[in-house]
């Protein structure tokens, strides 16, 4: 049995599908669930690892297909792997790069892999999935993903068929060539659509090669909230209750919310740091966005009830003077934020699950989080979870 990841499942809230557990790599072990930061070019954009770690980051992200670009495998394989060369001691992830190679213009897929251009410089490329998982075995993150094809949304049932044939066949040619299933995890990747007998096959079919983890993929694509939810509960069903639950590049607050009561453990998405990096920074009471010369000269911290590095130290009128004056410094200063709101909201998620009330935990989120806009020298953006925590002291 591959023993690169375990996972052991702590508490299932009596009323929903939402669970928490602890998933132990070879750097670390997380609490789940857990929001994954995401560095596509090994790094976090904007945000030293040190401050990266203050925000209580666990697992982070890497892309493969990016990095197969530059600085290419042997290069980072050359520098520690990953960890040694984006100075990240904790558990790190890399996708397969079949999203980033599916979205390409002008690539053809065949049964041995994907034909594709660089985006830089218009070399011609032949990626199979050995290359793919070759690339992460030189890369050296704890945990790999199987290359899969990644279709848009709407797909007809046809294709999505043929799509889901395919991603079973290069799963099995993934574990096939993998080389390091003592130190890296190799997870699965369900896809088929929306349609309910391909997303049943697709599980079903890779939940039977006992892989240490599963994902669920083909979300993020232009099938909007609902549908996303309906993608979730079709796959959730038929993955093994004892192995760890991924659902890639999601999302939002409330995407996350409503896939935790789903089912699902680890998510990941770029939505916290680019919308930082454009100044949008999330609070418990609403999205705050911080160019608007409302905030001026407002001296209180982005979000009263934050703990976060940016908040303990920064006022609203500082990180709106570092954004109107283009300063580096108030991409970090709110991606840090942002993150850490992140990790919060899953952390307090996690909490209500080892309560018993995640239901109540969620509502009350919406309720605060939908309710209200900020206005300047508003000190009452609300402690997270504010009104969760007078619930769980009664």
Request: glycine share 10%; charged share 25%.
């Amino acid at each position: 049995m591959n023993e690169a990841v375990r996972f052991t499942l702590e508490h299932e809230d009596p009323r929903t599908r939402a669970r928490a557990g602890r998933l132990a790599t070879p750097h670390g072990e997380v609490p789940t669930p857990l929001f994954m930061p995401v560095g596509t070019q090994a790094a976090v954009k904007t945000v030293h690892p040190d401050l990266l770690a203050a925000t209580g980051a666990g697992i982070v992200l890497a892309n493969t297909y990016h990095l197969l670009l530059q600085p290419g495998p042997a290069v980072v394989k050359r520098c520690g792997g990953l960890h040694g060369f984006m100075g990240w001691s904790g558990p790190i992830l890399t996708d397969s790069g079949g999203f980033q190679v599916f979205s390409l213009p002008g690539r053809t897929i065949e049964e041995g892999g994907v034909r594709f251009s660089y985006e830089k410089g218009g070399e011609p490329v032949f990626l199979t999935p050995e290359d793919s998982i070759r690339t992460q075995n030189d890369l050296g993150a704890d945990i790999i993903m199987a290359f899969d094809e990644c279709i848009p949304y709407p797909a007809d049932h046809g294709y999505a068929a043929r799509s889901v044939d395919r991603t079973l066949r290069w799963a099995e040619r993934c574990a096939a060539a993998h080389a390091r299933p003592a130190d890296q995890a190799l997870f699965g990747i369900v896809q088929g659509s929306v349609y309910p007998d391909l997303r049943e096959r697709c599980a079903r079919a890779l939940a039977a090669m006992d892989l240490p983890g599963y994902a669920v993929g083909g979300v993020s694509v232009g099938e909007g909230h609902e549908l996303m939810k309906r993608a979730v509960e079709l796959s959730e069903p038929f993955l093994p209750r004892d192995k760890v639950r991924y659902l890639m590049g999601v999302g939002k607050p409330e995407d996350i919310l409503e896939a935790i009561e789903r089912g699902m453990d680890l998510f990941d998405c770029i939505i916290p740091t680019k919308y930082a990096r454009g100044g949008t920074l999330f609070t418990w009471t609403g999205k705050l966005r911080i160019h608007k010369k409302q905030y001026r000269k407002d001296r209180y911290p982005v979000d009263t009830g934050c703990r976060c590095p940016t908040c303990a130290r920064f006022s609203r009128a500082y990180l709106h003077h570092l954004f109107a004056v283009d300063e580096p410094l108030g991409k970090t200063l709110a991606s840090v934020h942002n993150i850490h709101f992140y990790l919060a909201l899953v952390g307090r998620a996690r909490d209500a699950i080892r309560a018993g009330k995640f239901s109540e935990f969620k509502e009350s989120f919406y309720r605060d989080y939908r309710g209200r806009s900020i206005r300047p020298g508003d000190a009452s953006a609300a402690t997270p979870g504010s009104r969760w925590k007078k619930q769980k002291s009664k």
